[in-house]
């Protein structure tokens, strides 16, 4: 491996299959809406576009500066690549890097790459993206300071997201995983914010006219200022609460079955060395599995569906 | 300078490389699910994936044990794992207190650990093989004929090749900064941090601009033979008997691993 | 401007200009910058030109709008039929162009996709394509590189894939934007063999004027956006005052 | 491998190795790429000399090692003293390394950042800083440039900045990385003088045989990984049949 390892790549069977599966669901529902929108706004050119900056972010993750006591810090890359070229093409285009970081290089695995894509690519887009799109008038050091905590709180929310997911499939109890998790991503997500200013300046310096009115980063509807501020609001409400009582909060997942529905579905598919295919447990875990599923895939088709009308719309 | 170290590919005349590489894809995809729906402490049966595992290296002829090698340094995230160690109500056989918090690692916590990791050891292995066995660009062409939509295909197409072309930059760049990262007698030297990732980020904007310009070269490249926002390509692949049989008979397997894995 | 060169040493073309004909083409890059003005241009069949001058002259420019990819104002004619907005995909397939950095024109993980990629799109037949790309291969010496990984060729190797992508387009032109540069002497000696040897009128942008004195029989110097010279290779290159002005050297 | 060489026409330099001393050096790439076998060089106060050989020869390799960026087997001496991992960052204030491509070099949104990054890292005061940026713009007549973008600048302006950023660091070694490479004749021609102008000892590999004779009295010729010949530049020019074998061109 070439650059350092940041601990967000999940690896195959740290997530349960239902929680892999919704991660699917997700992402898949997610790029679906991402293509159709990149299709229409860069036309023919975006193949050659996403392509190499797909390369690009990949490459950029292996310039690393040295941090301390020989740690060394890199970029993940979401929220810049958002900032650039517009939310959608920087799903798409993370998206590349992730998978080709799974099937290449083992980094995150194959099954869980649907919750990789989605902690690591979109989430990160949408963030960074939505905070910035709120400051685009403002000026330009009130804008690189946004950019900056779009960026911290782009690693932050992936780290969050990564615990739930674990948490979940019943891997870890949220007490220990998640501030465990903050902790460690609190720094990374700084360097993620140093270097992220320091490009999106560097780029203002050299080619304003990438990011300025008309360019393809301007480009997306201004209803993602809300989406970036929606998320931020609640990573920064709901992970202070969390770390404080995450027993509280575990209560209350179990109460409403989520981590049995998460974390138990395969493993009693057929359960506990009976024989198969006929028990209850089973049948019931089933049908709970599948309509968890058809819920988040109905949740993400309608919220697909409204931000489609609403940024067609000038 | 020329980095190929990103090449996992390793040329060898065997009846694993000559498959399709859709079936390469399928079986290590199905391998990994069987792996991820094993429960919990079926030591035979993850015996037996290990074999299928062996087997599957013999044939490439890679040797019986490249995957195990090369698995060793992918497994960075076992680290995490051992929160399960503390997740898990069992039988305690050890506990200790960090902090006023109470830490009880129970029978079946152990249980649960030591399987997730191998089955997680397991699916890296898998991968490794597959991409050890399979040259990308055929693997590519696999997860079209999987519907992946092209576009997401033909990105990750340019990503492959870019990547050499830009990871090359990113190593003169590095060198660029490493040969004036001296120092003088009786001088601090290196900078403060937010100097260092003030750097880093002018290189990060440098590679953006460069790539960004190359994707416009690349563009007109492809407009000046033909290209109008459809990409054609042959279809290089064709699933023999072989395939299908190989195909098959590993699924077989699998389900018979299962089944295993319940008794 | 040292336009009066024009003059002294200009030589026109004999033929109408069946291959390729370039009459007053001027062109402003979007942010305000005067690239061309008015460049006119003949070639005929079997031309094998050299396009000379010094840094930011124009040169890429004028070849961009050879086939199409920029549009000045001007009239641009490739084997006598008029380029337009309509008939810009067939005129792709008449005029092959070379870009300087090989990197920038393989752009496919393998050797064959890469040349296959030009006869896919022009819609030809499975078994056309695949023999267009083996007589392209075989063109520049190449055939067995058909499965190889582009990024694991030499530069001297992507150079001459470079020009194979376009060969098996069957171009009844080829424009070539500095060839030789990057190239050591053994590269750069065979890729002055190759165009030797390829029966195509070809226009070749280059900085090398060893190789412009070796290979082309006629020159064009542009200067600033304007053709200032168009003559015989041997008079330009013994036109001391109007190589220096345009920054050029003798060999 | 034509090692017959080194002695009919090897003239070993005078002096004992002041600047630059390099005794056998070895050296294996990661993939297990041999690239130096058993280097040894010289080089004293004033020499000027040219590194020449085909493509993949080792000449980057061997560039590499002399500021540390690679680390062979075999003994370096900067200025007399041994180059080891802990004076590493002492040695890269005395070697000034210039890549092939400026594009490489600068990093930095402006000139004047990029040209203060070596002397900044070294810990010098906000005062001297200023003075060495001053003084090594002024060596290559670019005080004008000061506050431009260096991504906006000419491939020949941004060759001279990037010499500029090693200057800086006030080096007693020059190593540059093909210089002249992709600059069209005027730029490389003021290239050819300010190389000329500069008083200090400089290495300077290329494949541009015209300007090794033109500015360089000695030439190091390296093929596979070893010196082939070091001599006087022109007796190595004269020698045909060495040339001949390590795919050089007499210019
Ligand atoms: N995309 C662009 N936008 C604005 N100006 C441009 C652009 N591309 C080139 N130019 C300018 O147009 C002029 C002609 O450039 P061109 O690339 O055609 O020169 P050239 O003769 O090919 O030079 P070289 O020998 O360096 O390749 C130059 O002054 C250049 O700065
Ligand atoms: N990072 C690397 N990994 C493996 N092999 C390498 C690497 N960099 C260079 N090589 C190989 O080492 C040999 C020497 O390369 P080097 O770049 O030193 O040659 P060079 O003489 O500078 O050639 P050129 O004239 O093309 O610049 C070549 O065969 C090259 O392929
Ligand atoms: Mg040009
Ligand atoms: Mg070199």
Redesign the interface.
């Known amino acids: 491996m070439h650059y350092s390892q940041i601990p967000m790549h999940i690896p195959d069977n740290f997530l349960s299959l239902m929680v892999s599966i919704i991660g699917w669901i997700v992402t898949a529902v997610t790029l679906r809406f991402a293509i159709s929108k990149t299709n229409k706004s860069l036309g023919e050119k975006q193949i050659p576009l996403m392509g190499v900056m797909a390369a690009f972010i990949f490459a950029a993750q292996m310039i690393n500066f040295p941090v301390l006591g020989g740690t060394s810090g890199h970029l993940l890359g979401g929220a810049l690549a958002a900032i650039v070229l517009g939310p959608w093409a920087g799903m798409l285009v993370m998206t590349a890097v992730i998978a080709v970081q799974a099937l290449l290089f083992q980094d995150g695995g194959l099954v869980v790459m649907g919750a990789n894509i989605l902690n690591m690519g979109l989430i990160t887009s949408a963030v960074g993206y939505g905070l910035y799109r709120g400051m685009y008038e403002q000026s330009k050091p009130l804008k690189l300071a946004v950019i900056g905590f779009a960026a911290w709180l782009s690693v932050m929310t992936a780290a969050l997201l990564t615990s739930l997911q674990i948490w979940l499939s019943g891997n870890a109890e949220l007490r220990i995983i998640l501030p465990a998790m903050l902790f460690v991503h609190t720094f990374i997500g700084i360097g993620e914010a140093l270097v992220t200013v320091a490009a999106v300046s560097f780029i203002m310096q050299t080619r304003p006219d990438l990011l300025g009115e008309g360019s393809e980063s301007a480009s997306a509807s201004r209803n993602w200022a809300w989406v970036g501020g929606a998320i931020a609001l609640a990573v920064v409400l709901f992970s202070p609460l969390a770390s404080a009582d995450p027993d509280g909060l575990e209560r209350v997942a179990i109460d409403l079955g989520f981590i049995g529905i998460a974390a138990d579905a395969p493993y009693q598919i057929i359960p506990d060395y009976t024989v198969p295919f006929l028990g209850e447990t089973f049948i019931s875990t089933i049908v709970a599995g599948v309509i968890g599923v058809i819920v988040v895939a109905a949740v993400m088709i309608l919220i697909g569906r409204g931000l489609k009308v609403k940024s067609s719309k000038p | 300078m020329h980095f190929d170290a990103f090449d996992r590919y390793h040329e060898k005349e065997s009846f694993v490389h000559r498959l399709d590489p859709r079936v390469k894809a399928v079986i290590t995809i199905l391998f990994i699910l069987s792996n991820a729906l094993l429960p919990d402490g079926a030591w035979i049966a993850l015996l037996f994936a290990w074999m299928f595992l062996l087997a599957a290296n013999v044939l490439s002829s890679l040797g019986i044990f490249y995957t195990l090698k090369n698995s060793l340094i992918a497994l960075p995230f076992a680290l995490i794992a051992v929160t399960v160690l503390f997740s898990t109500p069992g039988k305690p056989v050890y506990s200790f207190f960090v902090f006023s918090s109470h830490f009880v690692v129970s029978d079946a916590a152990i249980v649960r650990f030591v399987s997730i990791l191998i089955r997680s050891w397991l699916s890296v292995q898998m991968a490794i093989l597959l991409v050890a066995v399979t040259r990308f660009p055929d693997l590519i062409h696999a997860l079209e004929h999987l519907r992946v939509p092209v576009i997401l295909t033909t990105i990750i197409a340019f990503l492959y090749r870019y990547l050499f072309v830009l990871v090359d930059e990113v190593y003169r760049l590095i060198r660029a900064r490493e040969a004036r990262s001296a120092s003088l007698h009786g001088h601090r030297a290196g900078g403060g941090i937010f100097w260092r990732a003030r750097v880093t980020g002018s290189m990060t904007g440098q590679l953006f601009l460069r790539s960004y310009e190359r994707s416009d070269r690349v563009y007109n490249a492809m407009i000046s033979r033909g290209y109008a926002g459809h990409l054609y390509t042959l279809n290089p692949h064709e699933m023999k008997p072989g395939d299908y049989f190989t195909l098959a008979f590993s699924i077989a397997l699998i389900f018979i691993l299962q089944l295993i894995g319940r008794l | 401007m040292p336009v009066s060169h024009i003059t002294s040493t200009y030589h026109a073309p004999e033929c109408e200009g069946d291959v390729l004909r370039v009459r007053d083409l001027f062109f402003t890059y979007p942010d305000g910058h005067d690239a061309l003005h008015g460049v006119s241009l003949k070639l005929c069949g079997g031309d094998k030109a050299a396009l000379v001058g ?3 002259a124009g040169k890429s420019t004028l070849m ?1 709008h050879l ?1 199409g ?1 920029l549009h000045g104002r001007g009239e641009i004619e490739i084997g006598g039929r008029k380029l337009t907005r309509e008939n810009l ?1 067939e005129i ?2 008449m ?1 092959g ?1 070379v ?1 300087q ?1 090989p ?8 050797v064959f ?1 890469d040349v ?3 006869p ?3 819609g030809l037949t ?1 078994a056309d ?2 023999a267009r790309v083996a007589s392209a291969l075989e063109a520049v010496r190449m055939t067995a590189y058909k499965d190889r ?4 060729l ?3 190797e992507k150079k001459r894939i470079a020009i194979a ?2 060969l098996s ?1 069957n171009p009844s032109l080829l424009i070539l934007d500095e060839p030789s ?7 750069r ?1 065979s890729l002055i063999n190759l165009l030797r040897e390829l029966p195509i009128s070809m226009l070749v942008s280059t ?1 090398d ?1 060893a190789m412009v004195k070796e290979l082309f029989p006629r020159t064009v110097v542009m200067d600033e956006g304007r053709i200032v010279a168009d003559a015989l290779t041997l008079d330009i290159l013994a036109d001391e005052d109007l190589l220096l002005v345009h ?3 003798k ?1």
Do not use: C, K, W, Y
């Open positions: 010094p840094n930011g961009l086939n990819i995909p792709r397939s005029v162009l870009f950095n990197d920038d024109q393989l752009f496919s993980p393998t996709e296959a990629f030009g896919l799109h022009m499975e394509v695949r990984l582009s990024h694991h030499s530069v001297g992508t376009v387009m540069a990057g190239l050591d002497p053994r590269a000696r900085h004027m920054g050029l050297e060999p």
